[in-house]
């Protein structure tokens, strides 16, 4: 089993950057591939960006490519997000991902370990 937690959520307004975490624990050494998600109210969860755990390969929603980074510590086993040039469709709660395949892995279905989320709220 591996656990995940996000934080660094919050309320910005548009055109500021955040950057959220994701620490992981438990059985990491199964990890291959971990990826950032959101969900909007009302809304399906849709991929946002992901990497590959041990290359450190990377791969991106068009809609935030460009603005969003992905990126991680291998010794403290965390993944971040850099958010930048955020926007008010931005807005949804975003989720933690992990899953012991590797691959180019967009789907909701695609992962077996997820955290709880941390809310991004971003005015206008």
């Known amino acids: 089993q591996v656990q995940l937690v996000e934080s660094g959520g919050g309320l910005v307004q548009a055109g500021d950057s955040l950057r959220l975490s994701c620490a992981a624990s438990?059985?990491?050494?199964?990890?291959?591939?971990m990826g950032w998600f959101r969900q909007a109210p009302g809304k399906e969860r849709e991929f946002v960006a992901a990497?590959?755990?041990?290359?450190?390969?990377?791969y991106y929603a068009d809609s935030v490519k460009g603005r969003f980074t992905i990126s991680r510590n291998s010794a403290r086993k965390t993944l971040y997000l850099q958010m930048n040039s955020l926007k008010p469709e931005d807005t949804a709660v975003y989720y933690c991902?992990?899953?012991?395949?590797?691959?180019?892995?967009?789907?909701?279905?695609?992962?077996?370990?997820w955290g709880p989320g941390t809310q991004v709220t971003v005015s206008s």
């Open positions: 991902a992990a899953d012991g395949t590797i691959g180019t892995l967009t789907r909701r279905d695609d992962y077996d370990y």
């Open positions: 438990g059985r990491t050494s199964s990890m291959a591939t």
């Open positions: 990497m590959w755990w041990s290359s450190g390969g990377t």
